[in-house]
């Protein structure tokens, strides 16, 4: 009983968090070349930037030169935890999220969030 009262007091307080905009949900989507330890980069990258990934999905063909497609849903944390002072607007969190999962790449791509 407990345990049930702790998991609905959990979900309320991450509902209201999500209706307050604290909480954003991303999904970014990238399209690039395929290179060698390129998954891990991405999620290393995500670590760095202190978001939870729920879901990756990742797919291309057999072959060389191939096109690598991923999509991650992410949960970002940031709003909850930022300086009121510093804080930043959803649209710069979002170009932020973008710079940098660009630069760690390191190669052109087709991204979108």
Not at 28 to 48: A, D, M, V, Y
Not at 94 to 99: F, L
């Amino acid at each position: 009983m407990l345990d049930l009262f702790f998991t609905s007091l959990i979900a309320h307080v991450f509902q209201a968090h999500i209706k307050a905009n604290k909480i954003v949900f991303l999904c970014i989507q990238i399209q690039c070349s395929s290179t060698w330890g390129l998954i891990p980069k991405i999620i290393s990258t995500l670590s760095k930037l202190n978001v939870e990934v729920i879901d990756n999905r990742s797919w291309h063909p057999r072959g060389v030169d191939t096109t690598l497609m991923t999509e991650i849903f992410v949960q970002d944390d940031y709003f909850l935890t930022a300086n009121e002072e510093e804080i930043k607007s959803i649209d710069e969190r979002i170009a932020e999220v973008s710079d940098v999962m660009t630069t760690a790449i390191r190669q052109p791509v087709s991204f979108s969030l």
